[in-house]
Each structure stands twice: as C-alpha cells, then as structure tokens.
T-cell receptor
C-alpha cells in the first residue's frame, strides 16, 4: 500500500511569489492534516480535513495560506504571496478514522525556502 | 493549554551506549494520548508508539522502551545498545480528547550515534 506522498520535495521561491504544495493521502483515508516545522522548532498543526470539509483550521497562520481538498482525495496548500517566515518543512498526514486513538501517517514533507 | 517539551536539542552517543530522550507534557485533559515519532534522514515521520493516559505500563519493543509517568507528566524514550541506524530526529507528541485530533509536537531531539 502506498504511503502519504507529497510534491514537490523541495521548493525554492522568492518573496512575493506563489507556491502550491500537494499531498496525496493513503487511499481511503478520510482525514488529512497539514503541519509545518519552521526553523528547527516544533512541528505545528495547520489544519484538518475530513473528506472535503475543513474540520479544524485553527492553526492556519494567516490569510496568505489557502488549503483545499476538492473531491476529498488529494489536498493542496497554496501560499500567496510567500514571505520569508514561511520557510520550513510542510508535512501532510492522513488517518482512516477520527478519534484521538488513531495513528496519523505522515508523508516525507515539502521543504519550502523563501528567499 | 497543551504543550510538549523536549529539553534535549541534540544528543551524541557512541554506538552501543544506552540513551534516554526526555519528553514532558502539559494538558488539562483527563483522557489523552502520547506518541513518539522518528524522522530519519529521508524526512518522513515514522510512528513508533502510542500510549493512552490510562495505561501507565512501561513498554518494551526490542531495543526501544518507553517510561510513562503521569505523576511527573513525562513519557521518556530509551534506546538500549544504540546503533548508527538510530540516528534521527525524534519527536514526542500529545493529542488531547478534544481539538479534533490535532497532534501537539515537541521541538524534537536530534540523536547522533557514532560508530
């Protein structure tokens, strides 16, 4: 079974440009999460989809970030316009069911560098 | 508020040494879950263990063991007879009973095992 995949693995852009990150969860997983790790700090939650609906977007830093999950399959996270402080590693995770017990399966992350 | 603290930023050991990674958490929830993830150089987060707040039994899995103590709000991870392949960043995480399942991570501990 394929794991969570993320594209691209690395992205280098200039301040003010737009970048779109993609996440493909494990097939059949309704729950999809975005997290990011900035400058070697803790990994922080951004948002959670259940199918195509945003269940919790309390971690989204500001309105420059837009996440979508059309059709409840893959998800995209767009940063527009990107700022220097957006640099970091963006992780996507998925799980088959809700509930605090359930494990989240993580992808390899996308390393975003904003110059 | 929920918080996870991993006070050790980096640890360096020589192969075959035992090493303990500390994790201290804060939560007001009576039901919660604790996790450890490993991030090898390839970048993905690999699930290691999940423990719920009602189960304080220590767990051993091969060279890995975990010590959960509610009295000190700690969930420490010990690697016995460390190997070079154990070199990675290790994250401790907390999930409360509310909050739609988001994980609260510590800042991670980078473990370097030298031959």
């Amino acid at each position: 079974e394929a794991g969570v995949t993320q594209f691209p693995s690395h992205s280098v852009i200039e301040k003010g440009q737009t970048v779109t990150l993609r996440c493909d969860p494990i097939s059949g997983h309704d729950n999809l999460y975005w997290y990011r790790r900035v400058m070697g700090k803790e990994i922080k939650f951004l948002l959670h989809f259940v199918k195509e609906s945003k269940q919790d977007e309390s971690g989204m830093p500001n309105n420059r970030f837009l996440a979508e999950r059309t059709g409840g399959t893959y998800s995209t996270l767009k940063v527009q316009p990107a700022e220097l402080e957006d640099s970091g590693v963006y992780f996507c995770a998925s799980s088959p069911r809700q509930g605090a017990y359930n494990e989240q399966f993580f992808g390899p992350g996308t390393r975003l560098t904003v110059l | 508020a929920q918080k996870v603290t991993q006070a050790q930023t980096e640890i360096s050991v020589v192969e075959k040494e035992d090493v303990t990674l500390d994790c201290v958490y804060e939560t007001r929830d009576t039901t919660y879950y604790l996790f450890w993830y490993k991030q090898p150089p390839s970048g993905e987060l690999v699930f290691l263990i999940r423990r719920n707040s009602f189960d304080e039994q220590n767990e051993i899995s091969g060279r890995y063991s975990w010590n959960f103590q509610k009295s000190t709000s700690s969930f420490n991870f010990t690697i016995t007879a460390s190997q070079v392949v154990d070199s990675a960043v290790y994250f401790c995480a907390l999930r409360g009973s509310g909050g739609y399942n988001k994980l609260i991570f510590g800042a991670g501990t980078r473990l370097a095992v030298h031959p």
